[in-house]
Each structure stands twice: as C-alpha cells, then as structure tokens.
C-alpha cells in the first residue's frame, strides 16, 4: 500500500519497504547510563556521573507519520514521559565495589565536576536555563549540603587550575568586577576565602600556571588581531612580553604549559610550518626545539606528566586519533592500551601516584567504553558501557572521505551508510559548529540516528575547520556563506557523482555554526537541499558579533577578523546573512533554539522565524525556555529529535520512530 499525507500544502507519499526494528530515540539521545569517570587522588574512589533514574525504552518500528496533520508534528510530547532523570555525580568504592549517588540534582543536571586537591570532596559547575554564569559548588564524600563557593549573581566562574600538591586551595576565574573579563583568584576550599591573584587588563584570553600553583603566564589578544604570551618571574614582578603569533597563526598556536623548573614552555606552534609543532622554548637562552610534528595535520593534545611536568605523550588526529610516546616510561604502556580495544584511546586523568589511570576508547560503531588501568601490573579492569543498550543493535560504521573542492581544495571529512536499503540514498550533510573546530572519527549519536532512519550521512571538514594546518583553516577567513558554504554544495555533489546520494533528497542540518550553515543553504543553494534543520544557528552576522557574551570581548578582534567587522564591513556581513535573503529560500525549515541563549540570542531565531513565516515559507519551530546554547535537559532533547526525525522523513523520506 502506498502511504500519502498532507503536510503545510506538500504531499508526501512514502512506498512500502522493509519495516526494520529501529533503535530507539531514548536509546540515543536520552541520558547515558554512565559518562565521564575519573578516578580520586588517592586512587580509592572513581566518580561518574549517571542519572539519578533512567527510562528503558522498548525497540521501536518504522513509522512513516501516517495519519499526521498539517503542522505535522502532532500533540506536544504525546510519546515524551514526564519525569526524567539528571546527571548527577556517583561514586564507586573500588574496595567494596559499591557505588552510590553523591548529588541529587533535579534541574539541568551536572555535566562537568572534578576532585577537590585533597579527595575528600568533588567539585562541579552549573548555570541557571543555561545562561552560561555557572557557580562553582562542593559537596563531601558523605553527601550532605552543597556549598556554593562563588555566590555571585551574573558572575561565571571557571576552573583554572587544580593541583594535588595543594591540596587547601585552587584557583579559579571570575569577571566579578567586570562581566568582560576574569580575574584569577586563590579559592581557599575549607574557608571560600578568595584571594586576588592576577588582574585581567582586559586583553587576556587564558592564563598560564606553573608548577608551584604561581600564575606566571598569560596569553593575551592583540588589537590588530593575533596573539602575544606575556610572562613574569613572579606573581608580584612585571609582565614581558617573549612571543607573538600573528593573525596567520592565532587560531593554531597555542601555550601547554611550563617545565617542572619553570625554565622552560611548552608550545604548540605553527609559525614558519603550516602544521603546529610541539616545541620547547628555552625561557634563558630563547632557544626552541621542535620535540613532535606531522607534515600533514596538526597536534592535537599533549600529555605532560602532572608530578615532574615532562612531556609523555602526543596525538594527531588524523582519519583517526593517534597517539605516539614520548618517554620511554610510558612506552609500554601505550602498547598495551593500544591492544586493549580497538578503537581511538582516551587518557581521562590518573591517581595521585601514577599506579592507575583511567582510560576510555571511542569507537565509530559501539558507545564508549572504560577503564581503569593498573601500570604496575600493565592489566585493565573494565569499569562501564556508556550505553550498554546499544550494544543490542548494530551501529553502522564510518567511512573516511577526500573529496576535491571546486578550487582544488581537498576536503576530509565522513561519510556514514545506512544499514539497509540500496544506493542512491537519501542524504543528510551534518555540519559541524565552531566552525572552528573539526569533526572526526568515532561514535556520534547524530549520525548513528541518521544512518538508522535510512539516511547517508555526510560530515565533511570545509575549509575554515582547525586541525589540517593553517593555512587551511585560513582559509575560510571571510567566507561565510561564500567559500565555506561552497565546500558544503560540492561535497553533496561529490556523493550524488559516486552514485551515494539521491539529488532529490538531500537535506542539511547543523548546530551553532552548522544551524548558520543550513540556514544559508536554504537561502543560497536551495536547488542542492530538499529540506534544512537548523539549531540555534545565527541568522544575521552583524547582531551576533554585537551581541556576543561581554566575556567574548578579549578575542573579538580576531573573530571580526575572520568574519568581517559590522563597523566596516557591513555590506559583506549582510549578504552572507540568509536573514536578507528570505525571497530565495524555497524549501521547508525546522529551526530550534534555547531561550537563554547566550550565544546565539533567540531573536536571531526569531527573526527569521517570523520573516518566513511572512512569506508563506514553510516553517517549524521549537524553543525551549530552559535551554541555552544546546539542548541538556533529556525531555528537551527527545522533544527535538523526536520533531527532526518526522521533519526528515516527511521530506526525504526516511524513517520516523513510532
């Protein structure tokens, strides 16, 4: 039987087909069952985080939204439970092998905590909607109440360094005295006593530790774009200035840290290669030696031993992340880690003494797995599955792509297949936000559900994406909707010559810079998309660089750089915004944002709501008003997918959950 509907004046008609067993929205999106561990200093407890309770969702079957109204998307949450669980902290006694909740969150929930210096407490941070103005918490081991250690209205405070050698205090950011730039203090953890460290002049970035907990370093942006690191001998002595990075060089150079002496800097450094280099500088003599490079990709992290500060380890993410020893110490241990799991190895942090290490391996077609490895017996005890009810389906895998921009450009990115069906197949490109940073090979919720709803997914690293040199990622300077939105059409028309994509049913969808990336798909290629999803995506560049978070200020000279100055360059920002060009859009969009947005401000999304709406365009929007700049809350983050999901499959045609 062939299935038609009607759909805001579309008809959609779907043919019959295998009816596969999918795997559940829940399943993916949901809250893992345990994330993130890591192990306390004394190496007798390891932390997670896990929701207080947790839904089991039942397999689910092909829907093909048969029965659906104009607006298409039904009753609000009809299939959404009401009560779900938050991330919360846990811990996990290694000698009782027992665990128990530590925090009982029931808002947003905890995404991001570490041991107090002593272990006798955790640490976490959390915000209000999601407005960005996280508070710095503690709670000991027994439960009990909660501290908040930054009780500031308006204030976000950062964690900055925290240092098991001291265990009484750790220093942390606050823009407290100017919500435009923050100021590092000395937190002392059984007082709240906060001590003024280092005065933010307003032009510093990130601030750089040494090893004696001593703010002796800064790196700090320049006027006319790039970056300068300032050092000084000692908290009280003048700054000096001993290196800059240029405009060229600012998005890829970058400070790891000081020696255990403090006579030395470890760099990451891009000027006169194209790729980074990790590099010693010689604060004496001025001398630098390059110690790890690659001609093709550049670093991407370091490992420095955290008790004599030497370097172990580095990583190049390359179609895979790679990790090669750089101390014999650790040598053997990288090859055991190596042969552990198959997939790409994560180091999550390590006990006090060095003996045990947590461990964690990213694959492209399993969730997450863990460990806790024992260096001096060289053996791993399996800790947890960070979605064990995956482990019941088959994910699909991850192939990696080079594909030729129109300029000659080469292009890396992935591309994903469907587990049934046959080529050509309906396609979604996903693009990454940053848009300076990079997608990369392993598991990836968004694309498991994509290639499970029948579509190829295709995620490809346009110029302006960070990891394959500088000059590639310069090369997306200005190119907002021009070169970089190119990079997107020829990728899709790379898939449709190989034979992969259906040209007919190709959709986009994004988030931050990926939600800009569809909206000007929509409104400058609408001839290569069927339909675009965009999620909080900026609308017009003028107001998002006038709007950005006052703590943003520090490096808004070198994103105008890069994107254009609303001052001068108004004309080239307004027709890179899809805003102006509502007339060209033809095809349906579903845009989502978080009302406490403090990135993407929601009237962006609003504007363009209402603009094409204005002209009978179809479509949908979802906010969500106790979201921010992402989707956290698990009934939020189901409400959305659960909308994207039968938005795709009314236009490409694919599959939609029951």
């Known amino acids: 039987m062939i299935v038609v509907f009607f759909a805001a004046g579309i008809f959609y008609v779907f043919l019959p087909g295998k009816t596969p067993v999918l795997i559940p929205r829940a399943v993916l999106f949901d809250l893992p069952e345990k994330i993130s561990p890591q192990i306390s200093p004394d190496g007798a407890w390891v932390a997670y985080l896990a929701p207080s309770f947790k839904t089991s969702p039942k397999p689910a079957i092909r829907n093909n939204a048969k029965g659906l109204v104009p607006g298409f998307f039904g009753p609000r949450s009809q299939n959404i439970k009401k009560d779900f669980g938050v991330l919360n902290v846990w811990l ?98 059984k007082t709240g006593k906060l001590e003024l460290v280092a005065r933010n002049t307003g032009q510093v970035s990130d601030w750089i530790v040494d090893a004696e907990m001593k703010v002796r370093g800064a790196f700090t942006a320049r006027s006319e774009g790039g970056h300068d690191v300032l050092l000084r001998d000692t908290e009280s002595a003048p700054w000096r200035k001993i290196l800059s990075w240029g405009v060229e060089d600012s998005m890829t150079g970058w400070v790891v840290g000081f020696s255990q002496s403090g006579q030395q800097l470890y760099l990451v450094d891009s000027r006169d290669t194209d790729t980074t280099r990790l590099v010693t500088l010689d604060l004496r003599t001025g001398k630098s030696e390059t110690v790890f490079s690659d001609p093709h990709y ?12 030497v370097l172990e ?65 060289r053996k791993a005890e399996f800790l947890f599955t960070h979605r064990p009810e995956l482990l019941k389906y088959r994910l699909a895998s991850m192939q990696a792509v080079a594909i030729p921009a129109r300029d000659g450009l080469s292009l890396q990115g992935y591309l994903t297949f469907p587990k049934y069906g046959k080529k050509p ?65 020829d990728a899709v028309a790379w898939t449709v010559r190989q034979g992969f994509a259906d040209p007919a049913r190709v ?112 479509c949908e929007y979802r906010v969500f008003p106790d979201e921010g700049h992402g989707f956290l809350k698990p009934a939020n983050r189901l409400q959305f997918f659960k909308d994207a999901e039968v938005f795709l499959a009314c236009h490409l045609g694919g599959h939609a959950e029951a």
């Open 92 to 189: 996990y006694d290694r000698k009782e092998k027992t665990e128990r909740v530590l925090t009982l969150d029931k808002g947003r929930g905890i995404h991001y905590y570490a041991w107090a210096p002593d272990g006798k407490s955790v640490l976490f941070l959390q915000d209000q909607g999601g407005n960005e103005n996280w508070h710095l918490y503690q709670i000991g081991l027994g439960g009990g109440p909660v501290r908040d250690l930054t009780p500031f209205d308006g204030v976000q405070a950062r964690i900055l360094e925290i240092n098991d050698h001291f265990p009484d205090s750790i220093l942390i950011e606050l823009n407290k005295d100017d919500v435009s730039r923050h100021d590092v203090y000395r937190l002392e953890l």
């Open 298 to 309: 550049d670093i991407g992290s370091v490992v420095v031993n955290p008790e004599d500060r």
């Open 313 to 377: 380890m580095v990583s190049v993410d390359r179609v895979r992340n790679e990790w090669t020893a750089l101390r014999d110490s650790v040598r053997e241990d990288l090859k055991v880690l190596q042969t552990l799991n198959p997939g790409d190895l994560m180091l999550v942090n390590r006990s006090r003494d060095d003996r045990y290490w947590i461990v964690g391996f990213n694959n492209d077609a399993s969730p997450l797995k863990y460990y806790i490895y024992d260096r001096k017996t």
């Open 425 to 489: 197949f309906p396609m979604v490109l996903l693009v990454h936000g940053g848009p300076w940073t990079r997608d990369g090979w392993g598991y990836d919720p968004m694309t498991q559900w994509l290639a499970d709803r029948g579509y190829a997914c295709l995620q490809i690293n346009f110029r302006g994406s960070s990891g394959f040199g500088k000059k590639f990622v310069n090369a997306g300077d200005k190119e907002w909707g021009r070169k970089m939105q190119n990079d997107l059409s």
């Open 507 to 618: 959709g986009i969808m994004g988030a931050s810079y990926g939600g800009y990336a569809a909206l000007a798909a929509a409104a400058f290629t609408p001839e290569v998309f069927r339909c675009a999803v965009d999620m909080f995506g900026p609308s017009d560049l003028a107001t998002l660089i006038r709007s950005m978070p006052p703590y943003w200020s520090v490096e808004k000279n070198n994103i105008i750089r890069r994107m254009g100055d609303p001052d001068t360059e108004a004309a080239l920002l307004r027709e890179r915004s899809p805003i102006f060009f509502i007339n060209r859009i033809r095809i349906p969009v579903l845009i989502a944002q978080g009302a406490n947005d403090p990135r993407t401000p929601k009237s962006e999304s609003d504007r363009m709501v209402e603009a094409l709406r204005g002209k009978g365009i179809e």
